[in-house]
């Protein structure tokens, strides 16, 4: 089972998102979002920046084990 090291898949739920709304926002592929949602994969720095802007979030929201 992957490490979990990013939070979107949570912040996608308490906002009410989903995985296709964010790829569409973001311009990448639905799997792409999926993968970063079951930490398969992370997303690059600037991605994530890019992530929180569009959910709304600080940055550190996103990531696992920060508090704000």
């Known amino acids: 089972m992957p490490k979990r090291l990013n939070r979107i898949k949570a912040v996608l739920a308490e906002t009410g998102r989903t995985n296709l709304w964010l790829a569409e926002q973001l311009d990448v ?13 992370q997303p690059r720095i600037d991605m994530l920046s890019r ?17 704000s």
């Not at 592929?29 to 398969?40: F, H, L, M, Y």
């Not at 992530?51 to 508090?67: H, S, Y």
């Open 51 to 67: 992530i929180a802007e569009q959910l709304d979030v600080d940055i550190r929201e996103l990531l696992v084990g920060t508090k």
């Open 29 to 41: 592929n639905k799997t792409t979002v999926s993968k970063w949602c079951t930490n398969e994969m």
